[in-house]
């Protein structure tokens, strides 16, 4: 028989536990429906399962948590139409792959409503109910031509890289989207 103590499993757990609450950051820089539904589905599933998750939202990845419809209010004409190029909202994000001017997105979101499953705009109200918290980077926000007020309701918070760095420090899971 040997002298090593056996490590009890549940022990172990409970250690981990208390070092670490259950987080999960994830940071959401694509643009694109696919990428961004992957975003969300792991958001509401974690929340789901009572994690503490935070979505940083940067560059590309603000175009989901725009007004539909709504241009930007940036001061200068270059910014401005970089704005304007950059259309946002979240029912109308791009596929990444074979999108074909919209055809193959409208073709996803149908093969999506046959099979009931929740559009980008859905994921988002459920994260928002499951208490998903929504960060969006002040810094790419002006970079990228878009104002604070040119986003949805419910931003939990503007903040930079420093916030999201302290968020991601605690987690147990963090993810680049």
Known sequence: MSTTAKLDPQVALAELQERKPDRVTIVVLSGNMDRVMSAFIIATG??????????????????????????SKATDWLRRAFGFLNRGGADTLPLSRFHFWGLGTRIMKLVMRRNRMPGVPELMDMAKDLGVR?????TTLGLMGITKDTLI??????AGVSTYLAEAKDAQVNLFI
């Open 134 to 138: 929504f960060i969006a980077c002040t």
């Open 46 to 71: 974690a929340a789901s399962m009572g994690m503490q998750v935070t979505m940083f939202f940067t560059f590309w990845g603000l175009n989901a948590i725009r007004k539909p419809g709504v241009s």
């Open 153 to 158: 309701d419910g931003i939990d918070q503007f």
